[in-house]
T-cell receptor, first 114, second 110 residues
Framework: GQQLNQSPQSMFIQEGEDVSMNCTSS?????WLWYKQDPGEGPVLLIA?????ELTSNGRLTAQFGITRKDSFLNISASIPSDVGIYFC??????????????FGKGTLLTVNP | DADVTQTPRNRITKTGKRIMLECSQT?????MYWYRQDPGLGLQLIYY???????NKGEISDGYSVSRQAQAKFSLSLESAIPNQTALYFC?????????FGPGTRLTVT
């Protein structure tokens, strides 16, 4: 099935640094979601975006819904060791019927060095 | 948070055995999903259900079946397990486009 292009695949940063990652698609999505997965656990929803151009924050996390509706960005400010994990983007085409299915990126593995 | 629970958390089984993975949610969401996660392949949709009477195949449904016993319960079965079904399995529940995941079941087929 279709996959979203998520980059970078992995990042190694120092504690306190800011992090940016993005997700792109060749087709339009009407909802973008960002999840974090800790080792051995299920993905946890961080931020949901519903409108092109929307900028939403959750603590030190900020995500944006791209104007073209074909991309989304996640930024983490002042990283801390517990930010370690895999970050997934996911997109949904719209509402109604099978459009509720999510398409996932392959994830960005974030490592934070104390 | 949909408070999604999955049982068992870990399971080792032999080739050819039938196995059932169970999922429950407490938030009354109408939609439930089963995903498989393999290293490097991300999350792949196996089956999804929009209500008790609605079951749909996902991207990789071959070798799997599901049952939506109630709004809160959605089980996944492997009728005859094979080694390439070794993976991490996640159930999710949601309303609209947001999905909330359970903690996962690590399944090993030997």
């Amino acid at each position: 099935g279709q996959q979203l292009n998520q980059s970078p695949q992995s990042m190694f940063i120092q504690e306190g640094e800011d992090v940016s990652m993005n997700c792109t698609s060749s087709s339009i999505f009407n909802t973008w979601l960002w999840y974090k997965q800790d080792p051995g656990e299920g993905p946890v929803l961080l931020i949901a975006l519903y409108k092109a151009g929307e900028l939403t924050s959750n603590g030190r996390l900020t995500a944006q819904f791209g104007i073209t509706r074909k991309d989304s960005f996640l930024n983490i400010s002042a990283s801390i060791p517990s930010d370690v994990g895999i970050y997934f983007c996911a997109g949904a085409k719209g509402s109604g019927g099978s459009n509720y299915k999510l398409t996932f990126g392959k994830g960005t593995l974030l490592t934070v060095n104390p | 948070d949909a408070d999604v629970t999955q049982t068992p958390r870990n399971r080792i089984t032999k080739t050819g055995k039938r196995i059932m993975l169970e999922c429950s949610q407490t938030k009354g969401h109408d939609r439930m999903y089963w995903y498989r996660q393999d290293p490097g392949l991300g999350l792949q949709l196996i089956y999804y259900s929009f209500d008790v009477k609605d079951i749909n195949k996902g991207e990789i449904s071959d070798g799997y079946s599901v049952s939506r016993q109630a709004q809160a319960k959605f089980s996944l079965s492997l009728e005859s397990a094979i080694p390439n079904q070794t993976a991490l399995y996640f159930c999710a529940a949601g309303t609209g486009n947001e999905q909330y995941f359970g903690p996962g079941t690590r399944l090993t087929v030997t």
